[in-house]
């Protein structure tokens, strides 16, 4: 049994143009030789470029979302197909902004997994709970319900990683207790062992939610944190070295 590599993420979300490609340069500059697998994702008018200009590093690019659909008339969406094609080897699904602002449901975000299975994409499925479910003490039940949900039968044997990223703690500055971190890892590695055996001890589980340099080395260093998911501080070359340097 293969303990998971770490990786660490960098989702831009709707941030950068052209001049940040820079900072995914002075990124890919900065890791030299590292045991760590790194990726930034980000929007989908830069993951050609990105693609392009990182090919000869170590980081990976990777897509934030991807329909399900092979092709089609969907306005504005983006098919695994066509991230592959520009260049892409992983894609974020089921983001909680994604599941909360396009009411996208644990079905759709397996179906959009299989989709990136089907383009050859490495998927990181996102799962979390909100504050009110924190505080109703259920995050343990709706994490676990989201990751039974939302991975398709077909992730067996592929390499996929399961990011935990409690609502409340995106973009807030807050971030779980350690403790409270392992909780929730230690339970969705059992449903993972639970639902895929053997391999399921070999994914992956990220934690994502107001990751930065200064709180990096405590949270990565818990029990069943197989890296992270970073949004704001992945935008900076130096924030997100400093992350990747406490791995
Ligand atoms: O949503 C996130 C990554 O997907 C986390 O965002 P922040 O790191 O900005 O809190």
Same mark, same amino acid.
């Given at each position: 049994?293969?303990? =998971?590599?770490?990786?660490?993420?960098?989702?831009?979300?709707?941030?950068?143009?052209?001049?940040?490609?820079?900072?995914?340069?002075?990124?890919?500059a900065?890791?030299?030789?590292?045991?760590?697998?790194?990726?930034?994702?980000?929007?989908?008018?830069?993951?050609?470029r990105?693609?392009? @200009?990182?090919?000869?590093?170590?980081?990976?690019?990777?897509?934030?979302?991807?329909?399900?659909?092979? &092709?089609?008339?969907?306005? +504005?969406?983006?098919?695994a197909?066509?991230l592959?094609?520009?260049?892409?080897?992983?894609?974020?699904?089921?983001?909680?902004?994604?599941?909360?602002?396009?009411?996208?449901?644990?079905?759709?975000?397996?179906?959009?997994?299989?989709?990136?299975?089907?383009?050859?994409?490495?998927? /990181?499925?996102?799962?979390g709970?909100?504050?009110?479910?924190?505080?109703? +003490?259920?995050?343990?039940?709706?994490?676990?319900?989201?990751?039974?949900?939302?991975?398709?039968?077909?992730?067996?044997?592929?390499?996929?990683?399961? @990011?935990?990223? =409690?609502?409340?703690?995106?973009?807030?500055?807050?971030?779980? &207790?350690?403790?409270?971190?392992?909780?929730?890892?230690?339970?969705?590695?059992?449903?993972?062992?639970?639902?895929? +055996?053997?391999?399921?001890?070999?994914?992956?589980?990220?934690?994502?939610? &107001?990751?930065?340099?200064?709180?990096?080395?405590?949270?990565?260093?818990?029990?069943?944190?197989g890296?992270?998911?970073?949004? +704001?501080? &992945?935008?900076?070359?130096?924030?997100?070295?400093?992350? /990747?340097? @406490?791995?």
């Open positions: 049994m293969t303990a =998971p590599v770490p990786l660490i993420a960098g989702n831009w979300k709707m941030n950068g143009d052209s001049a940040s490609l820079g900072e995914a340069l002075a990124t890919a900065g890791l030299g030789s590292t045991r760590v697998r790194v990726a930034i994702c980000p929007s989908a008018t830069l993951v050609s990105m693609a392009d @200009a990182l090919k000869a590093t170590n980081v990976l690019v990777g897509g934030q979302d991807c329909r399900a659909e092979v &092709s089609g008339a969907y306005t +504005g969406d983006v098919a197909e066509q592959a094609d520009a260049g892409a080897e992983l894609v974020i699904l089921g983001h909680s902004e994604r599941r909360a602002g396009y009411g996208e449901t644990d079905a759709l975000v397996a179906a959009k997994t299989q989709a990136a299975l089907r383009a050859g994409l490495e998927p /990181i499925v996102c799962v709970e909100t504050l009110d479910e924190r505080k109703a +003490g259920k995050a343990l039940e709706i994490v676990t319900g989201q990751v039974r949900g939302s991975l398709p039968a077909e992730l067996a044997g592929k390499v996929f990683s399961v @990011a935990y990223e =409690p609502v409340w703690a995106i973009g807030t500055g807050l971030t779980p &207790s350690t403790e409270e971190i392992v909780e929730v890892h230690r339970a969705i590695r059992q449903t993972l062992t639970s639902i895929f +055996g053997a391999h399921g001890a070999t994914v992956a589980i990220l934690y994502g939610g &107001s990751v930065k340099p200064s709180n990096a080395a405590e949270i990565l260093h818990a029990d069943e944190v890296g992270a998911l970073v949004g +704001g501080a &992945s935008l900076k070359a130096a924030d997100f070295l400093g992350i /990747i340097a @406490a791995v």
